[in-house]
């Protein structure tokens, strides 16, 4: 074994494209006071860099293949996060990264765990949980199959340059958890053991043929990641995940806060929206011309300016697109656009 070791010494680690293949095999000593661990780690995140132009093209034809059968939404990291810390590994600590191109992932079977946990603490058992993620009768010894589909979580290509971190944990009574010591003592000395946690934005996948159960499972999922957390030493604050919106949902997300915003100012018409309006009153006061409007559909009666300003005679009703809702100390009021 110690010749075979020997040929590490050999070889140039920097150059190497896939990590999980390094952290498996290529590690030099364990026993030189993490020295070789660190160079493994350093190397780790070289071969991350130097295989992204090819996982970036798995990513995508993945992404193209995937939306076919399931919809996908982005939760990145609070923190970091540490996926297979248990896992079997040459080293203290695991990882779980993608065999064939070595970058951190997080595999579907954790995120149903995590988001079944969730529902079960929020719901208990019964009819939302058996749909969602099946149930086994105890009397026939049936199984039902739930309604979703969790797909592994793959690091989205523009977060794979710093998605390693370096980390540390320092336990204090090495010798009682392996049986060396008979109790833990205030006289123990900590054991630094260095690892790798993860950090970066995660692309998940969750298939359903009915929508409506679909989104419901991704609140679920995001309500756990930000709860609970996924992986390892969550209890110490890793794990935590938050979802990142798309371009469309944060749009959404603003016209909704708008909206909201406007609601309580008295609006009830949105920005965008095609009304019908009629002149209610013309008066003219030295030589300006001022029209009054009102909406036909309902009894708002916040003030109702057109841009350009338009001539109408009383009782003449107007087809409008309200382009913007003004609110200032002095005026609140729609402005329209006659169609």
Same mark, same amino acid.
């Given at each position: 074994?110690?010749?075979?070791?020997?040929?590490?010494?050999?070889?140039?680690?920097?150059?190497?494209?896939?990590?999980?293949?390094?952290?498996?095999?290529?590690?030099?000593?364990?026993?030189?006071?993490?020295?070789?661990?660190?160079?493994?780690?350093?190397?780790?995140?070289?071969?991350?860099?130097?295989?992204?132009?090819?996982?970036?093209?798995?990513?995508?034809?993945?992404?193209?293949?995937?939306?076919?059968?399931?919809?996908?939404?982005?939760?990145?990291?609070?923190?970091?996060?540490?996926? /297979?810390?248990? *896992?079997?590994?040459?080293? !203290?600590?695991?990882?779980?990264?993608?065999?064939? =191109?070595?970058?951190?992932? @997080? $595999?579907?079977?954790?995120?149903?765990?995590?988001?079944?946990?969730?529902?079960?603490?929020?719901?208990?058992?019964?009819?939302?949980?058996?749909?969602?993620? /099946?149930?086994? *009768?105890?009397?026939?010894? !049936?199984?039902?199959?739930?309604?979703?589909?969790? =797909?592994?979580?793959?690091? @989205? $290509?523009?977060?794979?340059?710093?998605?390693?971190?370096?980390?540390?944990?320092?336990?204090?009574?090495?010798?009682?958890?392996?049986?060396?010591?008979?109790?833990?003592?205030?006289?123990?000395?900590?054991?630094?053991?260095?690892?790798?946690?993860?950090?970066?934005?995660?692309?998940?996948? @969750?298939?359903?043929?009915?929508?409506?159960?679909?989104?419901?499972?991704?609140?679920?999922?995001?309500?756990?990641?930000?709860?609970?957390?996924?992986?390892?030493?969550?209890?110490?604050?890793?794990?935590?995940?938050?979802?990142?919106?798309?371009?469309?949902?944060?749009?959404?997300?603003?016209?909704?806060?708008?909206?909201?915003?406007?609601?309580?100012?008295?609006?009830?018409?949105?920005?965008?929206?095609?009304?019908?309006?009629?002149?209610?009153?013309?008066?003219?006061?030295?030589?300006?011309?001022?029209?009054?409007?009102?909406?036909?559909?309902?009894?708002?009666?916040?003030?109702?300016?057109?841009?350009?300003?338009?001539?109408?005679?009383?009782?003449?009703?107007?087809?409008?697109?309200?382009?913007?809702?003004?609110?200032?100390?002095?005026?609140?009021?729609?402005?329209?656009?006659?169609?």
């Amino acid at each position: 074994m110690q010749s075979c070791r020997k040929v590490f010494d050999k070889l140039d680690l920097t150059k190497g494209e896939n990590a999980s293949l390094l952290m498996a095999r290529y590690v030099k000593n364990l026993d030189d006071n993490n020295s070789s661990k660190l160079d493994l780690y350093e190397a780790m995140k070289d071969a991350a860099f130097n295989s992204k132009d090819l996982y970036t093209q798995a990513f995508n034809i993945r992404h193209k293949a995937l939306s076919n059968i399931a919809s996908s939404k982005s939760f990145k990291t609070l923190g970091t996060i540490i996926a /297979g810390l248990g *896992s079997s590994n040459v080293l !203290e600590t695991g990882l779980t990264l993608n065999p064939t =191109y070595g970058i951190p992932m @997080i $595999p579907g079977s954790s995120i149903k765990g995590v988001t079944a946990h969730y529902c079960s603490k929020v719901f208990g058992p019964g009819k939302v949980y058996d749909t969602l993620f /099946g149930k086994v *009768s105890d009397e026939h010894d !049936e199984q039902e199959a739930g309604f979703l589909q969790f =797909y592994d979580a793959w690091l @989205i $290509p523009e977060s794979v340059k710093d998605a390693f971190v370096d980390d540390v944990m320092t336990p204090h009574h090495s010798d009682y958890y392996s049986g060396k010591s008979a109790r833990p003592t205030d006289f123990d000395d900590p054991t630094t053991i260095r690892f790798l946690s993860v950090s970066g934005t995660f692309e998940f996948w @969750i298939g359903c043929y009915d929508s409506e159960w679909r989104d419901f499972a991704f609140r679920l999922t995001e309500d756990a990641l930000k709860n609970f957390g996924i992986g390892g030493k969550i209890t110490s604050g890793y794990g935590k995940m938050e979802c990142v919106l798309s371009p469309e949902e944060r749009e959404e997300q603003e016209r909704r806060k708008k909206q909201k915003a406007n609601r309580e100012a008295g609006f009830f018409h949105d920005e965008g929206e095609i009304v019908t309006v009629i002149c209610t009153n013309v008066t003219e006061k030295k030589k300006k011309v001022k029209r009054e409007f009102a909406f036909t559909e309902n009894s708002d009666n916040k003030p109702i300016h057109f841009s350009p300003g338009i001539n109408a005679n009383v009782g003449e009703t107007i087809t409008a697109r309200i382009i913007q809702i003004e609110q200032t100390k002095t005026n609140n009021a729609y402005i329209l656009q006659k169609l």
